[in-house]
């Protein structure tokens, strides 16, 4: 499986940005998918997973109500949308995928990052 992830960028403090990653494989839809995070001097942290469906999300506590996970199985993309963007939110996003059976399965594949910086 890979992975690519794009649409970092530079924004404004409440700024939107939407996020996409596109995977290889063609079981995509049986992947479990999430977003994770690494900010400078920190440790990588989860953001948001969405399962093969599309109908179960999660989301980390600091994102709640601002960020929206979405997939499109028939393109084989997964979707983050950034709404309300704050200066604490600047860090490398990372998409992950997991294969395993069950939904705390490990994140077995990783893509490489894409830089989100937002402005005070």
């Known amino acids: 499986v890979q992975l690519q992830a794009s649409g970092g960028g530079l924004v404004q403090a409440g700024g939107s940005l939407r996020l996409s990653c596109a995977a290889s494989g063609r079981t995509f839809s049986t992947y479990r998918l999430g977003w994770f995070r690494q900010a400078p001097g920190k440790e990588r942290e989860f953001v948001a997973t969405v399962s093969g469906s599309g109908l179960i999300r999660y989301y980390a506590d600091s994102v709640k109500g601002r960020f929206t996970v979405s997939r499109d199985n028939a393109k084989n993309t997964v979707y983050l949308q950034m709404n309300s963007l704050k200066p604490e939110d600047t860090a490398v996003y990372y998409c992950?995928?997991?294969?395993?059976?069950?939904?705390?399965?490990?994140?077995?594949?990783w893509g490489r990052g894409t830089q989100v910086t937002v402005s005070s």
């Open positions: 992950a995928a997991s294969i395993g059976p069950s939904g705390n399965s490990p994140f077995d594949y």
